[in-house]
């Protein structure tokens, strides 16, 4: 069965957020994969614009998340959470926010994208020279590093292109190298 029939079925062919049955599309919940149907939920065009353009947000519009946010649906649940956090501002948020539970799982898979994290508990990933590093950056190779499970060495000055920040750990990135997927410790890499 395809993802999108999985995702109809489950969500009875509505929006999992706001329930609406207009213009329907799937979205994966970042980091998630977008060929699982744990980590996409069914949303409609409404939901999707202000979840992809915070600054087009509609704070009425979210008042559907007290129903949604009660899902026995994770990525619903994170969403939720999500947004919340983005207009917790307003008040009525936050009272939503204090009633709302998630599991340790679920919740650090919330504060994968620094949604809700305030500045202080924030993982800031940092390169040898203390520049910021982002999802997507290229890097380059200040060490020579032996590749466990592989039978080559990465050189020092070989570039990484489209890495990925381990989200838990502020001290490790995911690359490839030579096709090789390899975490590689960010005091290891420039920008």
Not at 63 to 80: F, H, I
Not at 96 to 116: H, I, P, R, S, V
Not at 126 to 153: H, P, W, Y
């Amino acid at each position: 069965m395809s993802l999108d029939k999985k995702l109809a079925e489950r969500s009875g062919e509505k929006c999992e957020l706001c329930g609406s049955t207009q213009e329907l599309s799937a979205y994966t919940v970042e980091p998630g994969n977008a060929k699982n149907t744990d980590e996409t939920i069914a949303t409609c065009s409404t939901c999707l614009t202000q979840i992809q353009h915070p600054d087009q947000m509609d704070a009425n519009h979210w008042r559907c998340l007290n129903d949604s946010m009660w899902s026995e649906v994770a990525a619903v649940q994170v969403v939720a959470w999500r947004m919340l956090n983005r207009l917790k501002s307003d008040g009525w948020p936050q009272d939503l926010l204090d009633m709302m539970y998630l599991d340790e799982d679920n919740l650090t898979w919330a504060k994968a994208t620094g949604e809700g994290v305030s500045d202080e508990e924030a993982i800031v990933h940092r390169d040898s020279n203390g520049a910021i590093l982002q999802n997507g950056d290229t890097v380059t190779l200040t060490k020579e590093l032996d590749v466990r499970g592989a039978t080559f060495s990465a050189k020092r000055g070989t570039a990484v292109r489209n890495i990925r920040l381990v989200h838990d750990n502020p001290e490790q990135i995911e690359g490839k190298i030579e096709g090789q997927s390899i975490i590689i410790l960010t005091q290891y890499v420039k920008k």
